[in-house]
Nanobody, 116 residues
Framework: QVQLVESGGGLVQPGGSLRLSCVAS????????MNWYRQAPGKERELVAF????????NYADSVKGRFTISRDNAKNTVYLQMNSLEAEDTAVYYC?????????WGQGTQVTVSS
């Protein structure tokens, strides 16, 4: 079955960096676009970044453009989110998401807390 397992979250000071990873299994990873979402306390889940199956096209929420970079390694079935210049407003649970065109799959999420 499809599994998405995120890791790499933690506590970081403002201005710091983190790299999140999402390891996928149970489907043909290289055939699908992948997404990173986040959900802050009391807020709706929002799209952070998207990457096409081959990795050639990416898209970002305005709030993270220029600071976050999504990438993927299809040989490792892994999608990454490099987060630089982190701000308190980036504090959230970050989720990896797959949409097959029929079904949506989510990982369990990884907590990112930006605080001094």
């Amino acid at each position: 079955q499809v599994q998405l397992v995120e890791s790499g979250g933690g506590l970081v000071q403002p201005g710091g960096s983190l790299r999140l990873s999402c390891v996928a299994s149970g489907f043909s990873f290289s055939s699908y676009g992948m997404n990173w979402y986040r959900q802050a306390p009391g807020k709706e889940r929002e799209l952070v970044a998207f990457i096409t199956p081959g990795g050639g096209v990416t898209n970002y929420a305005d709030s993270v453009k220029g600071r976050f970079t999504i990438s993927r390694d299809n040989a490792k079935n892994t999608v990454y989110l490099q987060m630089n210049s982190l701000e308190a407003e980036d504090t959230a649970v970050y989720y990896c998401k797959l949409w097959t065109g029929r079904t949506t799959y989510w990982g369990q999420g990884t907590q990112v807390t930006v605080s001094s």
